[in-house]
């Protein structure tokens, strides 16, 4: 009972002053008991089973006992209105069996996803609908303190872990997931897709977010910037991207190995300094290698040294290379957006382990990134800017006032 109050308070944290309500999902409200689909199961058995290869839906009904001559009819009366010749593998269906006859069903029910299902009536009058049901978008609000990483906060938490996923991507140019800190921790207001008023189907989109790292606070707000193009983005208080020219590293979870050190030594070759002017991260073999920067690919090729390695330039100062890859996925003269693929880490080339070693170039010479002032991305138009800030204030306000969700201090509360 405690932990039901409990995953309650974490996922709707009631927010303070005149904010806006949360809107929770109400609890399932059952129409009727014992429906299933929209049929009686008092007068219908039911049996539910999962698309097998090979699964077609004449095939299910031939194997239920409906010859093809009536699978035949059923189809031609369900022509053009409804598509069943592909099933999904590992989908589920269910079909109907009237009590007083066993041998052959009524209803054929396919259910590839929570927000509609396909209904065919198999016997006397045959018809078939697709049912969709509403999809209600819910505003809600969460908050953590980061104990491990924010996955496991997240889901120790109660909160939809999928968040973890739209956190990281806003914050992929200025916090660096794998760097977090204990106590660091944030909030957001978010939307979530339910069907049937309280099944999950996903979060839609992150609205507003704050994200305190090492003491700092970084808000984000999510604004349509250009209204022509329909481009949305992120962007703190005083309107300035979230995003940076470049990324913090070539991987969506970037873990340094091994940092630029010009006076590294090396027992392998006996502990001569050996300097690493690149930085290693390090991944399984197959993880996406994104472009840090939009650019020109100026080199794809094989090296000894090298392995499997690209070159990009984003303008007349800086470049990036990326190397020991499995597999590249570009071509010289390609152009390439921030955090397209580019290839995939893996061990070609001279190297213990999986990694991608990134080097970083400014006016031709190799240096540090995390040591560099990077340029920012373009901020807000001017024209936007009194908008941006019109639109964004009742978001900071809300986001100000929601506490932050501690798990330990909750515990010692219920014990007290
Ligand atoms: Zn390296």
Redesign the pocket.
Known sequence: MNRCITLFCIIFIIGCGNTIKNKTPEIIKKIEPNLFYGIDLNKFSVKTKKIKRGDSFGKILEDNGIDYPEVYEILQAIKGKLNIHKLNIGKSYSLFYSKDSFNKPEYFVYHPAPESFTKIHLRDSLYGELIEKPVRFIEMEASGVITSSLYETMQNSGINDELTYYLSDIYAWTVDFFRLQKGDRFKVIYTEKFVDDSITIGIDRIKAAFFEHKGKSLYAFEYLSNPEKGIIDYFDENAKSLRRAFLQGPLKFNRIS?RYNLRRRISYYGNRIRP?K???FAASVGTPILATANGTISKASYTKGNGNFVTIKHNSIYSTQY?HMKKRKVRVGQYVKQGDVIGWVGMTGNTSGP?V???FWKNGKQVDPFKQKLPDAKPISKKLKESFTEYMTPYKIKLDCIDFYDKLLNEVAEIN
Do not use: K
Request: charged share 20%; hydrophobic share 10%; proline share 0%.
């Open positions: 091994s690493h690149g930085t290693d190397l990694h070693c990134y080097r």
